[in-house]
């Protein structure tokens, strides 16, 4: 029934052409007509496509070559020069991530000219790189530490640094740069304009005098930064860190007075376990709760919780947005509806596309509807003031930091988020506190939020939210099951890592309108022989595909529905998660997400009896009445990408 | 406006506007190819890369589109002989870019100015201006059906590296001025990703002569490897600095003796990313196979700090560096704090031994020619004039 159509507008988008290798399009042809080449590298030989580069063809040989400013995620560089190697007949040493392989060669991976060279290039990095390591905030997990110590580094040979040569920036709610670290590998500006095609950092100046900077050099709290946190997952030093709130949480924890609740998002849980050495794709959702116990959070929540009532307003919202374009013939109701849980794409569309904001769901993401929750209804049914609870907010992201701090995220009379804690910071603390997270009893989430469903978990992944709608609406449209419509209620179209997708639900028959909405409709008659035509996209370089083919009216501008997600891979690839991050990673992450998911036995947000409740108990003019609407729902700011 | 002097007659005044043109429209580009292959031209620009070699791989590479680019940005520290072509024979090198637009199938062309050379422009464009009345630019160049080849005129905003050619097409391009990871090379992709090539502007000048004159008649001049003329300039310590003509194969005895330098105790040939050659050397030959040039040629006279020299060319090349790649961002910096460090009698000769290896490691590891030349200078110095710096008190 539903109709897969992988989008034309291709898997991933590629910006500038100067950040971009210009191998990449000429070598792509050049493959179809040419026969693989044959390489030796130290004296191992092996066929390649033509094209590759000498580091793919080391690496399938099991050759390690260090890198530095190379990264799976991004275009090349070949600018740390620390992977040189040398070709036989060639005068000048090769940088083997950025060379590509057309002829047969003969490479040498560790010759004395190399080697020399290697440590050359080390000692030169940390020779400008400001810092100790015992006091940064990437000790034990630093590339160039790591570097450093498989060369054997033993002194500074050519001088070290003793004082910071630029000051912190510490402007951003979300983000914290500190230059001093730099060493200029520039994975931050490919990641920013190339893989993100945001923009903001850039290299400015020349020679040693060269950095990373913001246009005008302005803080980061004054450009058009979407606070996504990419930077930070790709940065090898200490030099991009998130605006690290541990130690005011641990204050509120030792505050006897505070009442400590914290909620944690799907993706941090599929993934914290790799801070302590579990291999990706193992989620410990249990054994973190027992820990944050542990540590003295006085309630753990689970977001997942709020995701669902996110659905359920935001799916409500996308109800009434199509009848008044199909029924009332309203022409200036806003179709299709953005979706808004993550809040580094909020401050994209703010930014790039502020015209469009009015497609932007006005449900809050699930983070702040939570917040709002917890600080309202729960501070009530507990009999507490709602001025003693400190909301602390698990999230992958950085941009969650930014956004809990947003002014009109006071829904509930107080901050509705306190504090927006990562994965890395939660990892942290569990250290800190002397927890052996893995080594943990297993246990559950609180009341009265405890049950969640797999719709919530999904949340986590690019196509989740989407796929979590669908299953919700069309049981509220159509009255069948889920299960009935896709095996395991799974809408696998949506699925996957393809950067832009798009499906098309064709509603065939409809049923009675639920209680729940039923102050909203009167029937579905309306819906019937409707084709809900959905988007999915993840990374903001795809989002601005999809708002560029809108704008041009092409098909995504026909759609009803479309999932917008700022990172790659969805919140399993945000900024908060730890370090590394590649497709390999990520795709790991996914596969813990989904199963998940399929070990719960509520699976959608609307069967969640939490949900239920609250609807019944609290928010008793339903879905996007006007308490949910002052509680749950926000607005936008048109910011536009001019920066006075 | 002033010119830099010119001493003597150039070949270029002998040759008219045209007859290059008419000589290669006379027969295919193939043809063209084989007259310049058999003069053979080298690129005047330094680095020597025979001139049929470059447009043969172009014109053979697939792409409906296809640039020819003069890089006109003349920024080698002591170079000034381009200006001279720019200013008196501006015809001869858009015919040159002409001829390489018929050799490569090329529809457009690009001169690249340095920033310091916009009061040219008005100049240049009114010779372009010109030739397009002369049906020696536009569409169906001398009658020439099918044929058709323009140029515009690009500025540069200053920077040295952009004289490097990817770095040059950066620039073109819109971007931050920085060289390209090679390969793959500008002439399969260069200009936004199309068949390009990058010459110098004497190159161009030095096609329509031969074009003219003969591949024989070139080629009767300089070395077997060497072939033909080239300008100089020639500046520093000397009693007629200046732009001058020579064969290749010139040694820089003869050369001193022409420019009235003969007291040089050392010169610089080939500009701040060239070699310091002392009087002991002073019977080298100034040729491709020997001691290469752009043609820049900087007289030390006797009483010159050598430490001065490298200190100059070190800041210069700290200046210029583009920043991208650890070597040259990080290392020459290094080399400049040594030569203070001589300067004040402060290097041990472990040290100085150190940064020598360092220097080598630049040559090797940098990402572009600019890294990879930017030690010579130094390494030059240090092995020529150890009696010199080596033993210096502070103050």
Known sequence: MLEDIRSELGDTTRAPASQRTRTAEVLKRARESHKPVEVTIDGNTIEVPFGATILDAAQQLGIRIPTLCYHEDLCLAGVCRVC???????????????????????VQTHSPKVRRARRHIIDLLLGSHYGECYTCSRNNYCELQRLAAEYGVDCFRFGHLSEPRFEIDQSSHALVRDMNKCVLCRRCIRTCIDLQEVGVLEAIGRGNRTKIATFMDK???EVICINCGQCINRCPTGALRANDPTDEVWQAIDNPKKHVVIQTAPSPRAAIGECFGLEPGHAVTFEMNTALRRCGFDRIFDTNFAADLTIIEEGAE????????????????????????????????????????????????????????????????????????????????????????????????????DFGLTTRELAKMIREAGIDLLGMPKSDFDDPFGTATG??????????????????????????????????AEVIPVRGFEGVRYAELPIADVGPVPELVAHLFDDWDWLKGVTLKMGVCHGTANAKKVMEDIKSGGKFSQCHFIEFMACPGGCLG????????????????????????????VRKSHENPAIVQLYKQFLTDGPCGQKSHHLLHTHYMARGKYIE | MTHAMKTGSLTFDTVESGTGLDAALAGTGAEVLRTIKSSGLRGRGGAGFPTSLKWKLAAEAEGDRKYVVCNADEGEPGTFKDRVILADHADLIFEGMTIAAWV????????????EYTYLRPHLEAVLARQREQKLLGENISGKKGFSFDIQIRMGAGSYVCGEETALIESLEGQRGEPRNRPPVPIDTGYLDHPTIVNNVETFAWVVCIMAKGAKWF???????STGHKLFSVSGDCDRPGVYEFPLGISVAELLDEVGGQEAKAVQVGGAAGLCVPESQFDRTIAYEDI????????????????????????????????????CREGVPKLLEGVNMLKRGECSMAYLEELCSLGETLQLASKCGLGQMAPNAFLSIVEHFQDEILGRTAG
């Open chain 1, 318 to 417: 996308l109800l009434m947005r199509l009848k008044r374009a199909l029924v009332d013939k309203d022409e200036s109701v806003a179709l299709p509806q953005f979706t808004s849980c993550s809040p580094g794409w909020v401050k994209y569309i703010e930014h790039f596309y502020p015209e469009y904001l009015d497609h932007v769901s006005s449900a809050k993401s699930p983070q702040q509807m939570f917040g709002a929750v917890i600080k309202t209804y729960y501070a009530q049914l507990n009999g507490l003031d709602p001025k003693d609870i400190v909301t602390v907010a698990l999230m992958p992201c950085s941009a969650k930091k930014f956004e809990c701090n947003r002014p009109e995220m006071c829904a509930s009379g107080h901050k509705d988020i």
């Open chain 1, 455 to 488: 719709s919530g978990v999904i949340f986590g992944t690019t196509g989740g939210v989407m796929e979590a709608a669908i299953r919700t609406v069309v049981e509220l449209v159509t009255g069948h099951k889920g299960e009935d419509l896709f095996e395991h």
């Open chain 2, 292 to 327: 290469p040039t752009g043609g820049s040629i900087i007289v030390f006279g006797p009483d010159r700090d050598m430490l001065d020299v490298a200190e100059n060319f070190l800041e210069f090349f700290i200046d210029e560096s583009c920043g991208q790649c650890t070597p």
């Open chain 1, 219 to 221: 803080p980061l709290a």
């Open chain 2, 104 to 115: 490569i199938g090329a529809r457009y062309g690009i001169v690249y100015l340095r920033a």
């Open chain 2, 219 to 225: 080629s009767s001049f300089g070395t077997e490897k």
């Open chain 1, 574 to 601: 945000g900024g908060g998660q730890p370090g590394p991050t590649s497709p390999e990673i990520r795709a790991a992450r996914a596969k813990a997400i989904y199963a998940e998911d399929r070990a719960y036995t």
């Open chain 1, 84 to 106: 040189v190697v040398e070709i036989e007949g060639q005068r000048t040493l090769q940088a083997a991530c950025s060379y590509p392989i057309t002829v047969p060669i003969k």
